[in-house]
Nanobody
Framework: QVQLVESGGGLVQAGGSLRLSCVASGRTFSSSAMGWFRQAPGKEREFVASIWSWSSTYYADSVKGRFTISRDNAKNTVYLQMNTLKAEDTAVYYC?????????????????WGQGTQVTVSS
């Protein structure tokens, strides 16, 4: 089981930026797909972005062009750079580790989850 710890959430005005970080424990980080999901109050947890072990990236349509996922295998860390934030981006953001080197956008492909970090965008 991979342990994941997110950081970097907070309160930001619409149009602003935040960078989330997720540090993973364990020796399998470099061979695992990593993802970010988010959950707004009263809504289902939804896919935001993922990065495969060889750094192919995938994004939800709602964040494409505004968010960038990246990874630093030397630091066992995955990042989510969020620019041009909107009020509808407000949610708890969760980092997730895949079962293998690649993953679809489905939650079932991810076996380990962080505790989440709150992102609030004021309009």
């Amino acid at each position: 089981q991979v342990q994941l710890v997110e950081s970097g959430g907070g309160l930001v005005q619409a149009g602003g930026s935040l960078r989330l970080s997720c540090v993973a424990s364990g020796r399998t980080f470099s061979s695992s797909a990593m993802g970010w999901f988010r959950q707004a109050p009263g809504k289902e947890r939804e896919f935001v972005a993922s990065i495969w072990s060889w750094s192919s990236t995938y994004y939800a349509d709602s964040v494409k062009g505004r968010f960038t996922i990246s990874r630093d295998n030397a630091k066992n860390t995955v990042y989510l750079q969020m620019n041009t934030l909107k009020a509808e981006d407000t949610a708890v953001y969760y980092c997730a580790a895949g079962f293998g080197p690649k993953a679809t956008m489905q939650r079932r492909d991810f076996g380990s989850w962080g505790q989440g970090t709150q992102v609030t965008v004021s309009s």
